[in-house]
């Protein structure tokens, strides 16, 4: 015999997660609505409903999975290293490889900050080699760094790693110092850097020695404007075309990389004076100039938002958009959507600006779809950053300057207008729904007396409109824009507009011009208000008086016709 039965929801926030309870239950429909309602709104990356029922025997409870739903489940197991699988740098030539070069970046940050170099030149550099053995320190920390997580992954003895790197870094920085004492490294003082490209073309070190050459092109610049200028500079000699050319392009986009993927790069590059959003503009500048020249001569206030790129990073935009470095270009865009899809923010003490730029960097991203990014990629991203807007933190920062709720509620529809994804239009269209429908926002649009009621009806009607431009829930948006129209027909309704307006001397046709517009929506919002309007105005019309008069004027007609059928008292 049965037991008691509930249901519980468990959710998985992100692929790689556990299943965590949700809620529990004694309702199967409210059980599954929530379930839906979470995956719908991305509140979770997948959702299982299970009923639960009560064993009177053993006392435990017998699980039924009734729904399983969302991204699946990620299996993972631990992967356990053969007796004869060794460490994943086996030789020098290891340490030379993208992976291996960014760990070095990684776990040598600050040291290569504080020498101004990249993890490349540190590989192709005999004296920051011999820098770095001398430190000791910071070598031995590097090592350790690298070697604790690979032990706790591959089950390897920590102390037997950490020997093992050593030796291999005392083994790469010999091999390296050893180069740069027979000369193996040539000068470009005295050798032409596409000479020497053709030179080396076939020889089986050619990238190593190449690299040498291009790192130490650079020992005698430290800011990164001026190293910025002699990458561009060695470009411009590299050799025109095969082999060689890329011989020579090769080591600088690498180096580029790295310059403009390190902390404080951008910055050194495109100007300390930037934050975050105006660094990002520049960056979508940088890697798509053409387009944004394009997007500014259409819209010149984008040019606002989107710094100029001059100089030798403009030198390297010119590059760029000539179909060079597409690694960097590529790497750039994607640090652009880690940006947006990140928590920081782009604009800390300007919520209102952050949007602004927000907007700039949409249009901009948006443009380049299908040559940097795919048009999925930027949606996601700006999705993702949309979570962030939502925020009650995010809300109060961006309407703190309001002074007046009016101010607050066309905020929020700038807000909500912005928002892209399902969830987040949801969650923004509640923020305005509870503005526009709170006491407050109506007795502030009654008593204020900067504004006639015409007035106070025409900036509803205003608001509403916004409101319906914001691409909101079918639902979403009728629940605002009721408790607008709410609200101007209790302003009408005081002020007695529709009323005085057809007792009022003017003539026919002007008053049924100005009742159809205020029906139509463009003076007053739609609503009660707006009804009046429309009722009075079909009083009007059938009057003897007003037929008279559009008989006498027929060129009047054909305005009119155009508010009637917005008000649909014409076909």
Same mark, same amino acid.
């Given at each position: ?11 998985? /926030? ?13 309702? /199967? ?5 929530? +379930? ?8 979770? +990356? ?38 004869d699988a060794g460490p994943r740098c086996g030789t020098p030539h290891d340490l030379y490889a993208p992976a291996a070069r960014e760990i070095i970046g990684r776990v040598l940050e600050d040291w290569l900050q504080r020498q101004g170099v990249t993890a490349f030149e540190l590989l192709h550099r005999p004296d920051l080699a011999e820098r770095l053995d001398a430190s000791g320190v910071e070598l031995q920390h590097a090592i350790q760094k690298v070697a604790v997580p690979e032990a706790q992954v591959d089950g390897k003895p920590v102390h037997d790693l950490v020997r093992h790197y050593q030796r291999l870094a005392d083994v790469a920085i010999e091999r390296l110092v050893t180069s740069g004492r027979k000369g193996r490294f040539p000068g470009l003082d005295d050798h032409s850097l596409a000479d020497l490209a053709h030179r080396l073309e076939g020889q089986p070190d050619r990238a190593f020695i190449m690299g040498g050459v291009i790192a130490a092109a650079l020992e005698a610049h430290t800011d990164g404007r001026s190293r910025l200028g002699r ?5 411009? /000699? ?34 300390? %004076? ?47 958009? $000539? ?18 899809? %990140? ?5 800390? %003490? ?8 927000? /907007? ?14 795919? &048009? ?62 709170? &006491? ?31 691409? &909101? ?45 205020? $029906? ?16 009075? $105005? ?34």
């Amino acid at each position: 015999m049965a037991g008691p039965i509930h249901y519980e929801v468990y959710i998985r /926030r992100t692929a790689p997660s556990s299943w965590t309870l949700e809620i529990a239950t004694e309702h /199967r429909g409210h059980a599954i609505d929530t +379930a839906e309602d979470l995956l719908r709104d991305g509140y979770a +990356a997948a959702v299982r409903v299970t009923k639960e029922t009560l064993d009177p025997d053993t006392m435990e409870f017998n699980s039924l999975t009734l729904m399983t739903k969302g991204v699946p489940e990620v299996q993972t197991r631990r992967v356990m290293a053969e007796e004869d699988a060794g460490p994943r740098c086996g030789t020098p030539h290891d340490l030379y490889a993208p992976a291996a070069r960014e760990i070095i970046g990684r776990v040598l940050e600050d040291w290569l900050q504080r020498q101004g170099v990249t993890a490349f030149e540190l590989l192709h550099r005999p004296d920051l080699a011999e820098r770095l053995d001398a430190s000791g320190v910071e070598l031995q920390h590097a090592i350790q760094k690298v070697a604790v997580p690979e032990a706790q992954v591959d089950g390897k003895p920590v102390h037997d790693l950490v020997r093992h790197y050593q030796r291999l870094a005392d083994v790469a920085i010999e091999r390296l110092v050893t180069s740069g004492r027979k000369g193996r490294f040539p000068g470009l003082d005295d050798h032409s850097l596409a000479d020497l490209a053709h030179r080396l073309e076939g020889q089986p070190d050619r990238a190593f020695i190449m690299g040498g050459v291009i790192a130490a092109a650079l020992e005698a610049h430290t800011d990164g404007r001026s190293r910025l200028g002699r990458l561009m500079d060695l470009a411009d /000699r590299a050799p025109m075309d095969g082999q060689p050319r890329a011989m020579v392009l090769v080591p600088i986009e690498q180096i580029l990389c790295e310059m403009l993927g390190s902390r404080g790069g951008l910055g050194d590059i495109l100007g300390p %004076s930037l934050d975050q959003g105006a660094a990002m503009a520049a960056v979508v500048r940088l890697v798509a100039p053409r387009e944004v020249d394009i997007l500014i001569r259409h819209d010149p206030r984008i040019a606002l938002q989107i710094p100029a790129v001059e100089g030798p990073a403009a030198r390297l935009g010119e590059r760029i958009q $000539a179909g060079e470095f597409p690694l960097l270009s590529a790497a750039l865009a994607r640090m652009v959507l880690r940006e947006l899809m %990140s928590p920081r923010r782009l604009r800390p %003490s300007d919520a209102s600006g952050e949007i602004d730029v927000l /907007r700039a960097l949409a249009t901009g991203l948006t443009a380049t779809a299908g040559r940097l990014l795919t &048009l999925e990629e930027v949606q996601n991203a700006f999705n993702e950053r949309s979570k962030a807007m939502v925020t009650a933190d995010f809300v109060a920062a961006f309407v703190k300057a309001c002074k007046t709720v009016l101010c607050e509620a066309e905020s929020l529809t700038r807000l909500c207008e912005n928002i892209t994804g399902v969830a987040n239009k949801r969650a923004a269209a509640r923020w305005l729904s509870a503005c526009v429908g709170s &006491l407050r926002f109506e007795t502030e649009m009654r008593q204020a007396t900067t504004q006639t009621a015409a007035q106070k009806l025409g900036t509803l009607a205003a608001l509403q409109k916004s409101v319906r431009a914001c691409g &909101l829930s079918d639902k979403d948006e009728g629940d605002i824009t009721a408790a607008i129209g709410a609200v101007g027909g209790t302003v009408e309704a005081e002020a007695r507009i529709v009323s005085l307006l057809t007792r009022s001397p003017a003539p026919p046709i002007q008053k049924l011009a100005v009742l159809l517009r205020m $029906a139509a929506g463009e003076t007053a919002p739609l609503g009660p208000a707006a009804d009046r309007a429309k009722a009075e $105005a079909i009083k009007l019309f059938r009057t003897p008086e007003t037929r008279a008069a559009l008989a006498a004027s027929p060129e009047s007609l054909g305005p009119l016709k155009v508010l009637m059928k917005a008000t649909g008292l014409a076909a």
